[in-house]
């Protein structure tokens, strides 16, 4: 990969490591929460 690759690439980059986070976070909340209950 070049460096104008990279930089194009890297919202996606910062995207999909959101959405994995959040993804992980609500699953992890979800287990607690009914774990609670």
């Known amino acids: 990969l070049n460096r ?3 930089e194009l690439s890297y919202p996606q ?3 999909d490591l959101v959405k994995h986070y959040l993804i ?3 699953s992890t909340l979800g287990q607690s929460l009914a774990a609670d209950v």
Do not use: E, P
């Open 24 to 26: 992980h976070w609500y």
């Open 13 to 15: 980059v910062i995207a």
């Open 4 to 6: 104008k690759t990279i």
